[in-house]
């Protein structure tokens, strides 16, 4: 027993040694910080720059307005030209349209008077031709016996008789079996849509024009197609011309990123170029954490390798993953960074983590610039940690 208490001593003095070797030997970096991507906003255009006051440090959401350039000399010669010429293109195609609309009002107008024409001339071949079969039927009841001179006059037509004709029965009755075969072969032509009377015209004066206008209408229809085309061929270039000069007359600058507002390049109210650099935002949706490490620990690491971050003050530990490895002197990759290097930092080699949960909080947890410690490796007291925590 009296060994006891000296063993108990030394096993407790070579645990603590363990757990401090252990602590400062497991892989871990000394100087990690919070970083994300710069994203500089160029001018689109030339013009002169208004920039509202705003606090740099500030939050940005993606979208919100930040700044806006205008030209107030941008070219409009060439639009202006094509929209006249659209307006012209519109005037012809409304004067094709007005024409074909009034044509198509006579030719309807005209179809009208030939169906009167057609069902009245009708009409009359059937009642011409029921008078003329009474004539005959008459002449025939009346053929054996003696004429009477009123029955002759009676069946005669003015414009009819022939001028040396005798008045005789037997040419009377031929006569008018004659009429009845012509009305006859008039009323089958008519009943068909061909009307025979002059001897040249088979349909009545409208129903003549109608069919010319009808032409006319077909010409008018691919007139106004045409110029329906035309119309479109310069209205696409009218649109095309307007986009051009609205990307020239500039606008409103949004934010392309969530994050923070970093740095303004340029004074308000200046007149900039196109290209021109004017604003710089902190992407805070591309946080990440870099650091550097000693070479052992670097030489034992690989991308998507799984770590830990801790800021400093806190007791709360997050996941992390090996994002890049660039080893030693990477300043070259820290040009495009919100933090750069320090002199130490290039000394030894650069690795990113990327922590899901620093990008997870958006811009109102975007701590840009915040220090901490990550780990590569499990250490003597992550178990009690994992306790307290």
């Not at 309807?108 to 030939?114: N, Q």
């Not at 009841?141 to 008045?167: F, G, M, S, T, W």
């Not at 110029?227 to 270039?237: F, I, N, P």
Request: aromatic residues 4%; proline residues 4%.
């Amino acid at each position: 027993m009296k060994y006891s208490r000296p063993v108990i001593g030394i096993l407790l003095i070579l645990l603590s040694i363990w757990v401090i070797v252990g602590e400062q030997m497991s892989g871990a970096s000394a100087d990690a910080v919070v970083n994300a991507p710069i994203v500089t906003i160029r001018a689109p255009v030339a013009g002169n720059l208004t920039i509202p006051e705003r606090q740099l440090g500030g939050r940005v959401t993606q979208g919100e307005v930040l700044a806006s350039i205008e030209d107030p000399i941008v070219d409009r010669v060439r639009l202006n030209d094509l929209l006249m010429e659209v307006r012209l293109e519109e005037a012809a195609r409304a004067q094709i349209a007005e024409l074909l609309a009034e044509t198509g009002a006579i030719r309807d107008d005209l179809d009208r008077r030939a169906n009167i024409f057609r069902t009245n001339r009708l009409e009359e071949l059937r009642t011409r031709l029921t008078h003329a079969r009474s004539r005959l039927a008459i002449l025939e009841q009346e053929q054996a016996a003696v004429p009477d001179p009123r029955l002759l006059d009676a069946v005669e037509e003015n414009d009819q008789r022939l001028p040396a004709e005798p008045r005789l029965d037997a040419l009377a009755l031929d006569h008018a079996r004659e009429r009845v075969a012509i009305l006859q072969i008039a009323l089958n032509a008519a009943q068909q849509g061909v009307f025979l009377g002059d001897g040249y015209n088979d349909a009545p004066n409208a129903e003549q024009r109608s069919v010319e206008l009808r032409s006319e209408i077909a010409t008018l229809n691919t007139r106004l197609a045409e110029a329906d085309a035309r119309l479109t061929a310069v209205g696409e270039r009218t649109d095309r011309e307007r986009l051009r000069v609205n990307s020239q007359i500039g606008g409103d600058l949004q934010s392309p990123v969530t994050g923070i507002f970093w740095d303004v390049l340029q004074a308000d109210g200046v007149n900039v170029q196109r290209g021109d650099p004017l604003l710089r935002l902190v992407d805070c949706s591309s946080t990440v954490v870099t650091l550097s490490v000693t070479e052992r620990t670097y030489n034992d690491l690989a991308v998507g390798q799984s770590a830990r971050f801790r800021l400093a003050g806190s007791s709360e530990v997050h996941d992390a993953t090996v994002a890049r490895l660039a080893g030693s002197g990477a300043a070259t990759i820290y040009q495009a960074m919100a933090v750069a290097p320090s002199q130490k930092h290039l000394e030894r080699f650069d690795v990113a983590l990327i922590v899901p949960a620093l990008r997870d909080g958006g811009a109102d947890n975007c701590v840009i610039g915040q220090t901490g410690r990550a780990f590569f490796e499990t250490r003597p007291l992550d178990g009690l940690r994992g306790l307290f925590n």
